[in-house]
């Protein structure tokens, strides 16, 4: 099958390797911050590439160097932008759709986190389904200390995974924190050496790359829609997920292997 041509993109390297979708934020320079096409890049590379990829099961997202997964927005290029606050208001919603968007997206997300996830940089780690770090990586919200807040989604994705309190301390102070930290506080599930992290993470990616994918998204949207609602509500919506994909031909064709003792092929149908 010959590999298709897409367009490059400016700030982004994009490569699928197998069944998984590489995605490596690709300004080492500036600490692969979110200037430039940093974002409409993240959007064609996700919610098109990938999306578009039947290949594709699920996206692994990076940093490229050894000192940064994304150190948020582009200071030195916002420092001269002045902008009234109901412009600032409408222009970030942008930024929260997007940011949204590869939360809701359908196939899982991986973070990869090799060096520092500040600011925006831990926002968007935050929107991806599982974080895991570098021993050498540091995580924090420190636009407090600039004299604005986190805009990105921080104040509300972050509570909602480690608690109000530990949130509040993290942006009140703009303190970082280091990997062990993290993963004391649930931010990441894994923290290895930095030789180890790409193989662990892209290994992790290929594993749920190859479930059955309807059920791997519905499960997806089940334990996300549960998290924001109350218990009946969600067991509700966990129904229906269900129900979707009961009589689906991956169900079929995994209680076929189950029987009779071999690989499943699964077909997402």
């Known amino acids: 099958m010959t590999e298709p041509t897409l367009p ?12 998984v979708a590489i995605v ?10 979110l200037g430039g096409t940093m974002k409409p890049d993240l959007a064609r590379a996700i919610l098109q590439y990938a999306r578009e990829d039947p290949r594709v099961g699920a996206v692994l997202l990076t940093g490229a160097g050894d000192r940064a997964f994304c150190a948020g927005a582009d200071i030195k290029e916002r ?15 942008a930024t929260h759709d997007l940011f949204r968007n590869i939360e809701t997206f359908e196939k899982p997300v991986i973070a990869a986190i090799n060096g520092v996830a500040l600011g925006g940089g831990l926002e968007l780690a935050l929107c991806c389904d ?7 990586a540091r ?4 636009e407090v200390k600039l004299g604005v807040i986190p805009a990105a989604g921080g104040t509300q994705r972050l509570p909602r995974l480690i608690g109000a309190a530990r949130a509040k301390e993290l ?48 499960a997806k949207q089940a334990i996300d829609r549960g998290l924001q609602t109350d218990l009946d509500s969600g067991l509700e919506f966990e129904r229906y997920a269900a129900a979707m994909i009961v009589d689906s ?13 071999r690989k499943p092929v699964f077909t997402g149908r």
Do not use: C, H
């Not at 599982?130 to 050498?136: E, Q, W």
């Not at 180890?196 to 190859?210: D, F, N, T, V």
């Not at 031909?249 to 003792?261: I, L, Q």
């Open 139 to 142: 995580f924090g919200l420190p």
């Open 79 to 93: 420092a001269g932008n002045q902008m009234r606050g109901t412009e600032y208001f409408f222009a970030q919603r």
């Open 171 to 218: 942006v009140f102070t703009s303190d970082l924190i280091d990997a062990g930290t993290a993963l004391r506080y649930g931010i990441v599930t894994q923290v290895l050496p930095p030789q180890e992290l790409m193989p662990a993470a892209l290994a992790l990616a290929q594993r749920i790359a190859g479930q059955p994918p309807l059920a791997v998204r519905f």
């Open 8 to 19: 490059p993109l400016e700030t982004l390297r994009y490569e699928v390797r197998e069944n």
């Open 24 to 33: 490596t934020l690709n300004r080492p320079e500036r600490m692969n911050t």
């Open 130 to 136: 599982i974080r895991i770090a570098s021993d050498a």
């Open 249 to 261: 031909d991956d169900r079929k064709e995994g209680m076929r292997a189950f029987v009779e003792k």
